[in-house]
Nanobody
Framework: QLQASGGGLVQAGDSLRLSCAAS????????MGWFRQAPGKEREFIAG????????TTATSVKGRFTISRDNAKSTVYLQMNSLKPEDTAVYYC?????????????????????WGQGTQVTVSS
C-alpha cells in the first residue's frame, strides 16, 4: 500500500530523490513522513508533511539538505536529499498517518503512523 523507491549507492555530496507511492485510500487526507534506520540504531524521524502539503518539517540532522514534498494528484510523497553524507546511510521508510487532527499538522513520532512502506536502502560512500 506504500511503495518506496529511489534508493541506491552514491558518493558523498551527491543527491537522491526518494519516492513513495501510496494507494489513494491511504494517501488522501493523510499526513506523510519519512524515517530512516541505520544498522544498530533506532528508527529516526527525518521529515514530515501535512495532509495539505502546506507544512513540512525536517529533523535537525538533515535540515537544509533534505526537503519533503507531496503530489496529491499522484498520491506520492518525495524526499529530496542533497549534499549526502556517509552518516545518511540507512534504510529509508515512508509512512502515512490517516487520521489527522487538521490539514496543517505534521507528525514526528513513528508510533503515530498507521502504514509503512517496505523501505529503500540509501548508501553513501565517502
Amino acid at each position: 500500500q506504500l511503495q518506496a523507491s529511489g534508493g541506491g549507492l552514491v558518493q558523498a555530496g551527491d543527491s537522491l530523490r526518494l519516492s513513495c507511492a501510496a494507494s489513494g485510500r491511504i494517501f488522501g487526507g493523510s499526513a506523510m513522513g519519512w524515517f530512516r534506520q541505520a544498522p544498530g540504531k533506532e528508527r529516526e524521524f527525518i521529515a514530515g508533511i501535512s495532509w495539505s502539503g502546506g507544512r513540512g518539517t525536517t529533523a535537525t540532522s538533515v535540515k537544509g539538505r533534505f526537503t519533503i514534498s507531496r503530489d496529491n494528484a499522484k498520491s506520492t510523497v518525495y524526499l529530496q536529499m542533497n549534499s549526502l553524507k556517509p552518516e545518511d546511510t540507512a534504510v529509508y521508510y515512508c509512512a502515512a498517518k490517516t487520521e489527522v487532527a487538521s490539514y496543517y499538522i505534521t507528525y514526528e513520532n513513528f508510533d503515530e503512523y498507521d502504514y509503512w512502506g517496505q523501505g529503500t536502502q540509501v548508501t553513501v560512500s565517502s
